[in-house]
């Protein structure tokens, strides 16, 4: 078996090496994947983009973004693998899933280095990521196998039935802070149906959703079942606008969200949305404090802050604040950043220099907002050591003080490290503001009163909820959000319903009893 070892990264025996001249990381193979291979472009006329690694600057290769013709390809490819896979058993498709996932398990390491590469997220996260990424995808292989309709008797010995059947070529388009992940999210409830996938990632994280489709090609599945497009919001309306299309799954901001859901609406195709989120953490408190502070700790820095679901409002009640403020203050200071492919490291760099910039800004503002927020720890741009990584887009986690509920820090989703803690009295008082959003993707309380938890749970309007504990996402239970935070769910059995149609089949067994 070959080994490589390229800068910073250590791959074994793969066909996407990578190598380094003139102090710059390159990947050599196209990022493009269908027709069971990898695929030069032939509609190119775009300027490429820079793809950088956000631990060091550097760049790691110019990006393509795909034409109509490449698009077209992609979609007949993966229409004609339709074609041979909605035909298996779900049984015969449970089989290639689950090599697959032995498959990710496998490459487990691998995987999770090239995805801190590119997205900058720690080694011990990334893994995380891969995990739930195979987890994802044995969690479908079961559920291929029990797709099933309903039997309906019907007066005279006639009956009646449903079948659940695929819907044909679906459309993942990916965000940039999962990306492995959220290929695996969106392909396995899709392939499980017995649909074929077209994924677009995001242009800032191109690199790892091509591992998946080698993956899956390697585990039995035909040529096309699940391809890959680069690009960005040319190559996503190309392909939501594709007559061949019968699905896009999209996750992202709301108002890339909004315009997807109108492009699909021409075509009357359905559309899953996973959007942004505003969530709050509600502390009250009879908590047990020490668990609160490490709930609101995962429930702002996981990723850099990067999480859609983020619990970024955190009310405290008034009388626990002044100890919450000084344990979550401590443990923010303590939270070792430096390069994200060491085991040590708890949070590296966030994706992009200019994403970088734009959560510093919202640091500032609060600053300057009429009665600003008080910085307690962090909001400041952080080098590490290590003269490598001096030109990596780092920060120190942020906890805001003070904040009130018109501040633009509470009220506009950050998506970087930064924590805002609002004090709040009663229980009414707190249920009020925290619903005050247009957003409504997450929610979560800590309290050791079991009534009040389930009580102010039934009275969020989030989609997705925590008790005593925050940002826990198996895989046997739907995510996704009430509002403005999207549309369908992810994961958990309810997820075939949106990626299958209902037929009903009507059986006479008599004669028609016909008015004419």
């Not at 077209?72 to 339709?82: E, I, M, T």
């Not at 990424?133 to 044995?138: G, S, V």
């Not at 040319?234 to 999209?250: I, M, Y």
Request: hydrophobic share 40%.
């Amino acid at each position: 078996m070959q080994h490589l070892l390229c800068g910073r990264l250590h791959l074994s025996g793969r066909p996407m090496l990578l190598s380094i001249s003139s102090g710059t990381l390159h990947i050599k193979d196209s990022l493009n994947f269908w027709s069971g291979g990898r695929v030069s472009l032939k509609d190119v006329k775009t300027k490429s983009e820079p793809v950088y690694e956000p631990a060091t600057g550097r760049v790691l290769c110019q990006l393509q973004a795909c034409g109509a013709a490449d698009v077209d390809a992609a979609v007949r490819s993966a229409s004609a693998a339709f074609t041979v896979w909605s035909k298996l058993a779900g049984m015969e498709r449970a089989r290639v899933m689950l090599e697959a996932a032995r498959l990710i398990g496998k490459r487990r390491e691998e995987i999770a280095e090239i995805e801190v590469v590119n997205n900058g997220k720690s080694i011990t996260e990334a893994r995380l990521d891969v995990d739930s990424a195979r987890l994802c995808i044995e969690y479908f292989a079961g559920q291929a196998t029990t797709l099933s309709g309903q039997h309906v008797q019907l007066p005279g010995g006639s009956f009646a039935y449903t079948r659940r059947e695929p819907l044909g070529v679906c459309v993942g388009i990916g965000a940039w802070n999962y990306p492995f992940q959220i290929a695996a999210w969106k392909s396995a409830p899709a392939i499980a149906c017995g649909n074929s996938m077209v994924f677009k990632p995001s242009p800032v994280t191109p690199v790892t959703a091509v591992l998946l489709a080698e993956i899956y090609s390697q585990a039995g599945a035909p040529e096309g079942l699940f391809s890959v497009v680069q690009g960005g919001q040319e190559t996503g309306s190309l392909l939501c606008h594709h007559p061949s299309v019968a699905k896009v799954s999209f996750t992202g901001s709301v108002p890339t969200g909004k315009k997807i859901m109108e492009m699909a609406s021409r075509g009357v195709k359905p559309v899953t949305l996973e959007l942004g989120g505003k969530s709050p953490l509600i502390i009250f408190e009879d908590t047990d404090l020490e668990n609160a502070v490490r709930g609101a700790l995962m429930a702002n820095f996981l990723s850099q802050g990067q999480v859609c679901s983020n619990g970024t409002r955190v009310f405290v009640q008034s009388s626990v604040l002044p100890p919450f403020l000084k344990e979550v203050a401590r443990r923010t200071k303590a939270i070792q950043i430096g390069d994200p492919l060491l085991d040590e490291t708890r949070m590296g760099a966030l994706v992009s220099k200019p994403h970088l910039e734009k959560v510093l800004g919202y640091v500032k503002q609060a600053k300057k907002e009429v009665q600003g927020a008080r910085v307690l720890c962090g909001g400041e741009p952080f080098i590490p050591a290590d003269p490598k990584l001096k030109d990596g887009y780092y920060m120190t986690p942020c906890v805001l003080d003070g904040c009130t509920d018109d501040m633009t820090c509470v009220r506009e989703e950050i998506f970087g490290p930064v924590m805002s803690v609002l004090s709040f009295d009663t229980e009414d008082e707190v249920l009020r503001r925290a619903n005050d959003s247009a957003l409504g993707l997450a929610a979560g309380v800590f309290t050791k009163d079991v009534k009040r938890a389930h009580r102010v749970i039934q009275n969020l309007q989030a989609g997705s909820c925590f008790i005593n504990n925050y940002n826990i996402t198996p895989v046997e239970v739907p995510f996704g959000g009430y509002k403005a935070s999207g549309i369908g769910r992810e994961n958990g059995q309810v997820t075939i319903e949106f990626y299958t149609q209902l037929k009903t089949v009507v059986v006479e067994m008599g004669d028609v009893d016909s008015l004419f």
